[in-house]
């Protein structure tokens, strides 16, 4: 038996991929390929190359191996160009769900771990939100997030199916330098590329109610990361509960003056940040806290912010 990763030969999947493969369970990806890398994917694990919302080919999959829950990953996931482009953004994290779940449904698979985002707490009240804190997403892409979890609600009403949904923010490092993260809009590949050309990377506000001044966020290892999806998936099959929702959060994160003076001990790269205005919106400190997610999967911070910056420079050089 197998699990099926959608989106597994992208830089969070293939993490996943990996861990599964670890923890000695069978796996199959299906990616199509718009930000994923074949080459992530490990040859002897079953590929397909599609799209979740072409269904006659979820239905030939299911068809051809024995899987026994999803771990859903595969989606458009840049918040900021959602906004740009809401019906792609829609399309492909509302209908790709539906249509998943319907093809689950077909082949009769009903345990599935979803790929969420703290993106659906929007600009919340309190700093360090918890499962909680009332969703109020800011994006289309955090609306489409928020809208899979409500999808994998009501059909778990009215069919049998057993799901989780994990929510963090930023996911950072690698486990080994074969799986970059080659966002062009995440933080670290963008701090990497500044660093590259010979530009000073930008800190947005230094006035900020916090220790430094700077923003914080939170940011959290992909390796991490995977091994709670994993940890998801190994109490699916024994049949333990689990929450609806999870944060998968470090409950204090970093500010941006921090990421930056480990940017240089990590890069070897000696600079100066420059001093940009604050951005509209930005606020001051937004963590989430892993509290539950400890408590049942295996939820840790397992490395330090110098490991974080260390492993994604060298996956990126």
Known sequence: MAWLVTGGAGYIGAHVVRALQEAELGVVVIDDLSSGHREFVPAEVPFVEAS??????????????????????????????????????????????????????????????????????????DERVTEATPTTPESPYGESKLIGEWLLADQARATELVHTSLRYFNVVGSEVPELPDTSPYNLFPLVFRALKEGRAPKIFGDDYPTPDGTAVRDYVHVADLARSHVAAARRMRAGEPLEPVYNLGSGEGSSVRQIMDAMVRGTGVDFTPEIAPRRRGDPALIVADGQLAARDLDWAMRHTLDDMVASAWAAAR
């Not at 006659?56 to 918040?79: R, S």
């Not at 492909?92 to 249509?99: F, M, P, S």
């Not at 689950?104 to 969420?116: D, K, L, N």
């Open 52 to 125: 979740v919302l072409d269904g006659t080919t979820l239905d030939e999959l299911f068809a051809e191996h024995d899987i026994e829950g999803v771990i859903h990953l595969a989606g458009y996931k840049y918040a900021g160009e959602s906004v740009k482009r809401p019906l792609h953004t829609y399309a492909q994290n509302v209908t790709g769900t539906a249509v998943l779940l319907a093809a689950m449904e077909r082949a009769q698979v009903s345990r599935i771990v979803f790929s969420s985002s703290a993106g659906v707490y929007g600009t919340p009240r």
